[in-house]
């Protein structure tokens, strides 16, 4: 067998030296595969290759391999024209953690495409031996002129709870210009702080960044005040809001609304006109999460901005209307169940639902008479009009529900809407569906992963919520499924007479 084996294996290395192209790459893929030692040698002479598909076929498979003699030639590769090459050979780098490797990686963090310096900052090795350069290295490049590779290093470092220390003291050095970086990624190991029992000292060194001169540091400092919930930025937050530097005016609004104090609310309704958009949505999409915490001044405000010409002010506006709950939003949001924008239709639905405005129901069953293209969006409106639980809404539903046409996202939505409804009238087609699996005649959908009997049970659970009322209803399905049915299938009214009697058992004597 190990004869076999090795003539096999030789075949392979000869192969990979063939004179054809798609032979030698095929080659080289089944020595990856197998993962022999043995192969480790003609791989690395692959690398050579004239051709750039086996080049990176070689260094993939070498990456199965991990053999760090592999490194030096893996390096090597990293001064390749082609950048697909380069990127195959930081993969394979990736698994080697030596100092070969560790030279390699860093020297790729000068290369002059971004996408090769993102994989070399995720290539940089956590081993013991290499751990704290590696981390120097990234925190070093939470300053790198790219967004994509800062936001790698930051990635990397927030998986790290050895990082905190160091994170910490690169945020207490005022020369550092990405010091709000460290300070923000330093807030990202948050759990890690409190468990290490450094939280006061993570959140003391982010109120100490927040006092920088420099509005960019600033900003980060906001974010990170937010991340860690520290209630002694709200007033340094409120003092932001009037600075001249967009971004951290954002910051500010946007960190105030997650600490959730009800101080922030009326300093952040006057950005609600402010000339930065991006100011704009942050500050309304704060008053909608401060929600209870003084919505009166904030709703009339923010009415205006769920007619903006820009779509995202929009939705955003119209999803802090749907978290304010004020009745005044009502007709702004009706009026947006038309918009041309689908996502916009999708946020008034839903807004509608948590508003329970009675005045929406007709607009509502209206609107269910259109044509929707987005089937989400006629979705979340067929349970606002369950959300809002007006009777007049309930034989619409049950016309939903019964149809057997209708998209089964559409059917199951009514069965939930007509339980909130508390409607007697529902009580008899929501049994039905309950208790007949044929109730739906399913039909696999791509989108839907449900089958009969999960719309059995879905329907069960808004009967029970009907107490006393689906009594009635229950005893005469089982009235009916026990009397002799020569046409009917003996085996599906068992089952249709099971579900109808435990349904009743567990109204009549619930535990």
Known sequence: MARRDDAALQALIDASRSSDTTVRRHAVIALGIAEHRGGVDALIAALGDKNVEVRVQAAESLSHAVDVKAAGPLGKLLDDPEVKVRLAALRALRLLPTRESFDAVRHALDDDRVEVRVAAVEAL????????ESMAVRIRLLGDKEERVRAAAADA???????????????KDEKLAYRGEAAHV?????????????????????????????????????????????????????AALDDDHAELRRAAAASLGALGNRRAVEPLIPLLADADANVRLAAVESLGRLRWLGRQPAVAKIIPLAEDDDPAM????????????????????????????????????KALAQVKDARAVGPLIEYLKRDEPQRRVRQSAILA??????????????????????????????IKALGRSHDPRAVATLVSAATDPDFVRYVPDRSMDSNPFDFCRLAAVEVVQFGDAAVKPLREAVRKLSKEDKEGNPKIREIRLRMARELLKRIENPK
């Open 186 to 238: 330093a807030a990202r190991l948050r759990d890690y702080a409190k468990a290490a029992g450094q939280m006061a000292e993570l959140q003391r060194v982010i109120l100490d960044v927040f006092r920088d001169r420099r509005p960019e540091v600033r900003a980060r400092a906001a974010e990170a005040a937010a991340l860690v919930g520290a209630p002694e930025a709200v007033e340094p937050l409120i």
């Open 314 to 349: 929009r939705i955003k506006a119209v999803e802090a209307l749907g978290r304010l709950a004020d009745h005044r939003a009502t007709d702004v949001l009706v009026k947006n169940l038309t918009h041309a924008d689908a996502p916009v239709r999708l946020a008034a639905a």
């Open 125 to 132: 090795p956590h081993t013991p031996s290499l751990r704290e």
């Open 157 to 171: 470092l927030s998986g790290a709870d050895w990082a905190l220390d160091p994170l910490l003291e690169a945020a």
């Open 385 to 414: 009009l369950g959300a809002i639980g007006d009777n007049r809404a309930t034989e619409p539903l049950i016309a939903i529900l019964t149809d057997e046409n209708a998209w089964y996202g559409y059917r199951e939505a009514a």
